[in-house]
């Protein structure tokens, strides 16, 4: 059984730019969550999808938005970066709510670079 | 609302036992712990429910004190595989809220 895949696993992006990030999930699964890892702020939560609708969203502005397919494949668009920006991208699979006591299976993340 | 961990890093000698605190301000209704090497993604370890029931680990045991607000990671005879970043992510009241993960405690297993 596959995995959780995430592309780009690498991007580098200027300032001011956008970037869109891809998630493909666990065959099966119809929760996608999205978190931005940068050292000492541990896994901030951005948002999560079920079913392609946004039950929870972090404390990030505007400039980071998502989606959800139907196939549950998701994907997260960062607008108008700034260098603070730079960090690991997580996405998480499961089954049901992530916080309805499902495990969760991460992807590999996607490393982005402001410059 | 994000929880607290404690220590933030440890280094153990093979073999050494270690405890992982995680606390939180609001109530708590599931505590979620994963486990994440350096370069991978983070790995499920375990679930706590308020209750008591548990789902993970075989080899890795943990509690929930609901009244306190806190759960702690047990980690016991520890190997060099043990090593990495744990997080302890928390659920509030309802089961369909967000899990919110903690800093991380980072832990080193030496031979």
């Known amino acids: 059984k596959a995995g959780v895949t995430q592309t780009p696993r690498y991007l580098i992006k200027t300032r001011g730019q956008q970037v869109t990030l891809s998630c493909s999930p666990i065959s099966g699964h119809r929760s996608v969550s999205w978190y931005q890892q940068t050292p000492g702020q541990g896994l901030q939560f951005l948002f999560e999808y079920f079913s392609e609708t946004q039950r929870n969203k972090g404390n990030f502005p505007g400039r980071f938005s998502g989606r959800q397919f139907s196939n549950s494949r998701s994907e997260m668009n960062v607008s108008t970066l700034e260098l603070g920006d730079s960090a690991l991208y997580l996405c998480?699979?499961?089954?049901?709510?992530?916080?309805?006591?499902?495990?969760?299976?991460f992807g590999q993340g996607t490393r982005l670079t402001v410059v | 609302q994000q929880p607290v961990q404690s220590p933030q890093a440890v280094i153990l000698r093979e073999g050494e036992d270690a405890v992982i605190n995680c606390s939180s301000s609001k109530a708590l209704y599931s505590v979620h712990w994963y486990r994440q090497k350096h370069g991978e993604a983070p790995v499920f370890l375990m679930i706590?429910?308020?209750?008591?029931e548990q789902k993970g680990h075989d080899k890795i045991s943990a509690s929930f004190n609901e009244k306190k607000q806190q759960s702690s990671l047990y980690l016991t005879a520890s190997q060099l595989s043990y090593s990495g970043t744990y997080f302890c992510?928390?659920?509030?009241?309802?089961?369909?809220?967000?899990?919110?993960f903690g800093p991380g405690t980072s832990l080193s297993v030496i031979p």
């Open positions: 998480a699979s499961s089954q049901g709510w992530t916080g309805a006591n499902t495990e969760a299976f």
């Open positions: 992510g928390t659920g509030k009241e309802t089961s369909y809220d967000k899990v919110i």
């Open positions: 706590l429910l308020k209750g008591g």
